[in-house]
Each structure stands twice: as structure tokens, then as C-alpha cells.
T-cell receptor, first 116, second 108 residues
Framework: GAVVSQHPSRVICKSGTSVKIECRSL??????MFWYRQFPKQSLMLMAT?????????EQGVEKDKFLINHASLTLSTLTVTSAHPEDSSFYIC????????????FGPGTRLLVL | GQNIDQPTEMTATEGAIVQINCTYQ??????LFWYQQHAGEAPTFLSY????GLEEKGRFSSFLSRSKGYSYLLLKELQMKDSASYLC?????????FGKGNQVVVIP
């Protein structure tokens, strides 16, 4: 089956630092990857849609200068949380859709970010 | 926009059947997904409905009525490992909108 990995799985950082999260599709090519954020007991909220080779499309209310997304290849997208603050502490999850055919999104295992 | 509503929590006994409902409103509809999410983990895909009717996959079945904006997920022969949150997600305008999820607790 389709496998998506994320790295790191957990990160603790100081306020003001930047954190990069990687999302990889391991056994398929993904023209589109999605980045979600989930706060405790809340639903997944889409932050941005990342298309290989082009600029990401951000959802309303998501600061593109704070959450930098790069989708450099068909198997890798990165999310960088710049100048992280405690309110950015959350569960960040990426998903990927295969380049051809399927409607399904396959999710990575998530990255838990704690900003002190 | 999209609005998805799910009940929040239910408890059921091992071996029982539970039905989890989802109602939605969306300006565009390209399918409805059900995902299972264990605490602290990412969602895993369970089912996809784009046409009206019932889709059966082993112990899990999912039903869709597009005219009513309604879907349900049926879990049969409940097992302890089925204790999780079940998320309904509607695809529209090339994005998935998730409900808050329904927490199912399976007891012996």
C-alpha cells in the first residue's frame, strides 16, 4: 500500500526558532501534498496544498510567511515553521495523493511540535 | 464552504455493531471519506463513497446519500482495537474538509 513518512515524529524547540518538517511519499509519486494541523480533540484543519514545482496554496488565515512550504520533488514536501511560538504547538500531519487515478489521500504519521 | 457534523463520543461492547453518522453541507462534492485515527497517530483510510449506496469492506461498511448530505460508517463485530476516533471527510474544490470525529470506546 501507499506509505507516507514524516520526519521528525516529535520536536521540542525554543520560542523564536524555526522547525522544518519533511513529508515523503515512499512508494508512489505525489503531485499534490497537503499539510494539516490538529489541536487536541479538534478536527484536522487544512493549512495548505502543495503542488510539485509550484507555489503552495494556503488556506484563509494561514500565514504563508510563517509556514513555508516547499515541494521540490514528486516525493518530498517540507513545511518550515519560522520563528515558532508556543501557540504553534500542535500535531502537524501531511498527506499525499498519487499522481494518477486515486482520490484517496494517504497520511503521514504526523509530527508533534512543542514550542517552549 | 463546507460544514461537517458528527456526534462526539459513543461507547459500545466488544462484538457489537455501531453506526457513526455524518451530515455535511458543501458547495462542491467529489466524494466522502471515512478515516480511523488512534490517539496521537495520523488517520488511516477506511472507505470512500462517491455514489449513493452502501460500500462494504469486511467488518466496515459505509453508506452515502448525496441528496440528504448524509453518510454513516457501520462497524461490525467490534474489537478492542477499534477504540479510536472516526473521522468523516468531504472532498470538494480539491480539498478535504474533516469533521471533528466521533470517539468510539469499546469495552469488554
Amino acid at each position: 500500500g501507499a506509505v507516507v513518512s514524516q520526519h521528525p515524529s516529535r520536536v521540542i524547540c525554543k520560542s523564536g526558532t524555526s522547525v522544518k518538517i519533511e513529508c515523503r511519499s515512499l512508494d508512489f509519486q505525489a503531485t499534490t501534498m497537503f499539510w494539516y494541523r490538529q489541536f487536541p480533540k479538534q478536527s484536522l484543519m487544512l493549512m495548505a496544498t502543495s503542488n510539485e514545482g509550484s507555489k503552495a496554496t494556503y488556506e484563509q488565515g494561514v500565514e504563508k510567511d510563517k509556514f513555508l512550504i516547499n515541494h521540490a520533488s514528486l516525493t518530498l514536501s517540507t513545511l518550515t515553521v519560522t520563528s515558532a511560538h508556543p501557540e504553534d504547538s500542535s500535531f502537524y500531519i501531511c498527506s499525499a495523493s498519487p499522481a494518477v487515478g486515486q482520490e484517496t489521500q494517504y497520511f503521514g504519521p504526523g509530527t508533534r511540535l512543542l514550542v517552549l | 464552504g463546507q460544514n461537517i457534523d458528527q456526534p462526539t463520543e459513543m461507547t459500545a461492547t466488544e462484538g457489537a455493531i455501531v453506526q457513526i453518522n455524518c451530515t455535511y453541507q458543501t458547495s462542491g462534492f467529489n466524494g466522502l471519506f471515512w478515516y480511523q485515527q488512534h490517539a496521537g497517530e495520523a488517520p488511516t483510510f477506511l472507505s470512500y463513497n462517491v455514489l449513493d449506496g452502501l460500500e462494504e469492506k469486511g467488518r466496515f461498511s459505509s453508506f452515502l446519500s448525496r441528496s440528504k448530505g448524509y453518510s454513516y460508517l457501520l462497524l461490525k463485530e467490534l474489537q478492542m482495537k477499534d477504540s479510536a476516533s472516526y473521522l468523516c471527510a468531504v472532498k470538494g474544490n480539491n480539498r478535504l474538509a474533516f469533521g471533528k470525529g466521533n470517539q468510539v470506546v469499546v469495552i469488554p
